[in-house]
């Protein structure tokens, strides 16, 4: 498959960023992954095949992007910030050189993002920061449904709530959301100390694969406009949370019923097929206004 100089240390990482100028911070976000055996070990996680097209969302100096591509038939970086996206193709050209060809560089907020170029991604892997992992895991896809599966590291908190199931006071929208898609579990925990700087919190690996959605005449647009209205008042019954989405208390508990939902249960207690059925009797389906998700 080819092969690489070695992956980046905690010299090279530092070495980098002040070449270029950077001075992470923990209010930013800014955490670099400093040890060569946990980025081995996301990639193994992931268990990428030679033929897979891995989307790496925020490749920073490099230090995943350097162990996926001997793994992969390709790696699509996208990287927002123009010094980074800049510095990765030279990074990648001095320690794997016989694999430079396998990268292509995106300067792209991954928010926004359409599409890539070339073959269509099958993978994504990725080191998210927490404030945008959930965001941008649902964004990409919907935007790419060539993604097959993922596997992404974010805070460990953030984790949990990623893969919480039914019935968990921390299962909500990214539970909910997530399982629109697919399948999402636990993959493992990674410690502060692999980090530069060590942020406060400790990490987890989030593994994803995609299934086909819950059979519904209702669209996904729909089906989340539900979701956000039972879990924006998560401690009332759904009766009460989603009488703002039905037009009425009584609106929502006809449609709850309709569903075979209990209207004295909270969103907590549904799973995503369960919120599928409401969505069929809601407002923009009775003739009446769309709700606004």
Partial sequence: MGETRGLLGPADVRELAARLGIRPTKTLGQNFVIDANTVRRIVRAAGPSPDDVVIEVGPGLGSLTLALLPEVRRVVAVEIDPALAAELPATVAARAPGLAERLEVVRADAMKLADVPGPAPTALVA????????????????????LRTALVMVQAEVADRMTAAPGSKIYGVPSVKLAWYGEARRAGAVGRAVFWPAPNVDSGLVAFTRREPPPTAASREEVFAVVDAAFAQRRKTLRAALAGWAGSAAAAEEALRAAG????????????AAFARIAEYGPSRRGGRSPNP
């Fill in 127 to 146: 080191n998210l920061p927490y404030n945008v992992a959930v965001p941008v895991v649902l964004h990409l896809l919907a935007a790419l449904p060539s």
């Fill in 261 to 272: 939902v209990d209207p004295r249960a909270r969103g907590e207690a549904l799973d995503v």
